[in-house]
């Protein structure tokens, strides 16, 4: 495993600096085990199992009422849940395989780095480019993070779908579906009030705290003060 520590700061209106320290690992070799090519390989198979039965039963209505009406009648909300799941699955299957490429060409630059040379590298060029893939490599990893934090939901919709089938188990999904349109009008509320409190308080703490310095920062504070999580000693300062 190789470590990449980055020090950023940040600098808010009033001119505080606040630093963040962030440290990434990764792995020079991901498969280190026979069984990571049996999850993985199941893994596809599973995702493969849905998109030819999925596309199967489309071919199958528009064939038989005409690519309208076919793609209309296809078109419910547990087949919605599918096609996410594989839409997805497919963005963090071509993520990985980006990141394989990317661990391929990191072990390239450790083999031409030598600890009896000043920087590892007696090219500069050479230690430019690996600090430059060090970086991308950060970059990269932040939004394959994001994209797998967001995939259990997708999963937890589809485990909702599986569970419709049994009339016991099928008392959540359908008070959901009952109550969808009010929990729509509700959440649009509830969103303009609080993107509302986000901005009050980006206004009145950002130039001095760092959680209130940009809206999105504010936003993440703004939803733990929701749920209770104040920071109070922070805000009195």
């Not at 600098?11 to 606040?18: D, E, L, M």
């Not at 040379?117 to 932040?142: C, K, L, P, Q």
């Not at 999904?173 to 009008?185: V, Y």
């Not at 130039?207 to 993440?220: C, P, V, W």
């Amino acid at each position: 495993m190789i470590l990449a520590t980055h020090i950023n700061f940040f600098v808010t209106g009033a001119g505080h600096i606040h630093k963040n320290l962030a440290s990434v690992g990764f792995w020079l070799e991901p498969y280190h085990g026979w069984w990571c090519y049996v999850v993985d390989i199941i893994w596809v198979l599973l995702v493969l199992k849905i998109f030819f039965e999925e596309g199967a039963e489309l071919m199958q209505r528009v064939y038989q009422m005409g690519p309208c009406k076919g793609v209309a009648e296809y078109l419910t909300l547990s087949n919605f849940v599918d096609w996410c799941n594989v839409a997805a699955s497919s963005a963090i299957a071509i993520s990985w395989i980006l990141h394989l490429q990317e661990i391929s060409q990191l072990r390239g630059f450790l083999e031409q780095a030598s600890v009896s040379v000043a920087g590892s590298w007696s090219d500069e060029e050479i230690r430019s480019s690996y600090f430059s893939h060090m970086h991308n490599m950060t970059r990269s990893w932040y939004w394959r993070k994001m994209m797998l934090a967001a995939y259990p939901f997708v999963l937890v919709c589809r485990l909702f779908k599986a569970l419709s089938a049994q009339p016991r188990l099928a008392l959540v999904t359908n008070t959901i579906q009952a109550a969808g349109n009010d929990l729509l009008h509700f959440g649009l509320v509830f969103c303009c009030v609080f993107l509302l409190f986000t901005a009050s308080a980006t206004i009145l703490f950002g130039e001095d705290l760092l959680n209130f310095s940009t809206f999105g920062r504010a936003a993440d504070t703004s939803f733990h003060v929701l749920i209770g999580d104040i920071p109070w000693e922070d805000m009195q300062k």
